[in-house]
Structure formats: C-alpha cells, structure tokens
C-alpha cells in the first residue's frame, strides 16, 4: 500500500505541466525545444549533437571543435578561435518565432572581447537577417532587419570580461523583449509587436550561418532554443545541465512503479 502511495505521489509531482515548469532550472521539454546543444564529447571533435526531438544536422566551420579544457558543464564546451569558427544548420521552421514567444540561452566564455561577437546569426540577403550578439561598444543586441530597416532592435548596455563563464538568456513573451546575464535581467524590458520575420539561408551560431561573419573567439556550452515558451532563468543561472524533461518523468516512474 505504501509504495501504492508512493507511487501515486510520484505520478502527480512529475505531470507534464510540472516537468516543463521545472525546464527553467534544469530540464527542456523537446516538444518545444528548437535546439538543444550541451556541446559534449570528445577532445577536438567536431561532432556537435542537437539532442532535441528533430535532431537537427549540425555543421562544424573553420576550427569549430568540441574542447574538454574548460565547461560549464559536462565536461567539455564548444570552442570558437575567432578566426573564422562558426557552427550552422539549414533553415527551419523551428526558429520561425513570428509574433510568438520564444527563449534562446546559453553559457559563453570570453576569450577576447574587442571585437562584436554574435550567438545567433542568420541572413537572407544584405537587407534581411537577424542578429544576436554582443556588441564591441558595451551591449548586448538583438536585431530583426526587413528590407535594410531594423523592424525590431533590442539593446542592452552589458561590459562583460574574458575569462568568465556568463549565461545569457533572450527571451519574448507576449510584445516583451527582455535579456537576462546570470539570471538578472539586464536593462529594461523593450515592448514591440513586429513579428521576428521569417528568414531563409542557413543559421550560424559563433558567426554568420553562411560566412563566420562576426566570430565568436571564446567557448559556447549548454546551448539551447526554444519556440513558444518564454523561460525566465534562475537567479545565478541554471545549476546543472539541461535534461530531457520526458527522460526524467519516465525514469521516475519506472523506479517509483509497483507493488
């Protein structure tokens, strides 16, 4: 009876509803999950695995590497020499955010920081593209530009200092454009309606998705994007690395079933 009982209470804790509420400390749930990168592996590899539910294929540029000198988590991060290092993957219609929310977070370690250094890159043509990136000048930016003018420009001041592990989060919800450095917003919330507009040409994470253009020189780890779910971090950041929300609500219940 007791383990009935047990059994019961484990159910009810680990529902769905509660698994992705617990998806802003330490899992994802990959119904909603874009791209889930933890950027594990071995030393110099240059296999980068999307553990979301659509896998996506993930192309390694330049000396784009797995680096098991330094991580947040896992014991390896992705290392980005600045000179031309980027990861891409073909457009989707996973990071067609519309007017809807939307999160994508991550931990980056600096190794130089006197030049812009982009996160997400994606470009249709000279006058079409969204950046986000951490600009030279001391900010931290998003922009959405439709036919050479920046429908949506998000921008917050952040001097961040090499050799540091941050974690910053973009996300919208609702018209609410906010940023977040080590689960403390950062600047005010910007209101815009405009629709994050859909994109063609590949998608670069530490640089342009076709060129490298605005490198990333320092390391990316437990590298995450989420449509449809605006996911506020936990003060400090997230304590562990993503797991698949799913995977533990299963585990869960094989071990508290029974008797």
Request: with cysteine; charged share 15%; net charge negative.
């Amino acid at each position: 009876m007791l383990n009935k009982t047990l059994s019961l209470l484990t159910l009810i804790l680990i529902s769905p509803a509660l698994c992705f509420a617990a998806s802003t400390t330490s899992c994802y749930d990959v119904d909603d999950t874009s791209l889930m990168l933890h950027m594990d592996g071995t030393d110099e590899s240059t296999t980068f695995t999307d553990s979301d539910n659509g896998a996506k294929s993930i192309t390694a540029n330049g000396h784009a590497q797995i680096d098991t000198a330094k991580s947040q988590f896992g014991g390896a991060s992705g290392k980005f020499d600045g000179t031309g290092d980027w990861l891409s993957f073909a457009d989707t219609d996973d990071i067609h955010f519309d007017t809807g929310a939307f999160t994508i977070d991550f931990w980056v370690y600096f190794a130089d920081v006197s030049a812009s250094r982009s996160f997400l890159y994606q470009r249709q043509d000279a006058t079409n593209e969204i950046v986000f990136f951490w600009n030279a000048a001391g900010t931290l930016d998003f922009t959405v530009q439709d036919a050479g003018s920046n429908v949506i420009a998000v921008s917050n001041a952040w001097s961040p200092s090499i050799d540091v592990w941050y974690h910053v989060t973009l996300l919208r919800t609702g018209n609410d454009f906010k940023m977040y450095v080590d689960g403390a917003q950062i600047g005010s919330t910007a209101t815009d309606a405009s629709a994050v507009s859909n994109k063609t040409g590949a998608i670069g994470i530490g640089g342009r998705g076709d060129t490298g253009a605005l490198p990333m020189h320092g390391w990316l780890d437990e590298y995450r994007i989420v449509k449809g779910v605006a996911i506020v971090p936990p003060s400090g950041g997230p304590s562990s690395a993503y797991t698949d929300c799913d995977a533990v609500r299963r585990r869960v219940v094989l071990m508290g079933g029974g008797n």
